[in-house]
């Protein structure tokens, strides 16, 4: 059963910073494509980073609005994808989710944690 769990959301003025986790289990996630993306009130959802799995290099892309401030890391052995967030805007305020793109046979699956509130006070 996979399992998807962030944590680290909340409340912090703006040119703070987060660091959000997401700890992955049920599918193998060194191979694995990990992802956070972010939704705001009336608003699309949209991708903030992505990380390759290892054997693909461990490649990083990010949405523009949130290049050189937003790192996206993660730890093969604890199973957990890091999103360090620095130099927060109040336009950052989202529900943050975690997403895996894992083989789980016969196919590749997207599977999503249940999100975490990031709120920016000017």
């Known amino acids: 059963q996979v399992q998807l769990v962030e944590s680290g959301g909340g409340l912090v003025q703006a040119g703070g910073s987060l660091r959000l986790s997401c700890a992955a289990s049920?599918?193998?996630?060194?191979?694995?494509?990990m992802s956070w993306y972010r939704q705001a009130p009336g608003k699309e959802r949209e991708l903030v980073a992505s990380?390759?799995?290892?054997?693909?290099?461990?490649?990083?892309k990010y949405a523009d609005s949130v290049k050189g401030r937003f790192t996206i890391s993660k730890d093969n052995a604890k199973n957990t994808v890091y999103l360090q967030m620095n130099s927060l805007k109040p336009e950052d305020t989202a529900v943050f989710s975690c997403?895996?793109?894992?083989?789980?046979?016969?196919?590749?699956?997207?599977?999503w944690g249940q999100g975490t509130q990031v709120t920016v006070s000017p």
């Open positions: 997403n895996a793109n894992a083989w789980i046979w016969p196919r590749w699956r997207d599977f």
């Open positions: 049920g599918f193998t996630f060194s191979s694995s494509t």
């Open positions: 990380i390759t799995s290892s054997s693909e290099g461990g490649g990083t």
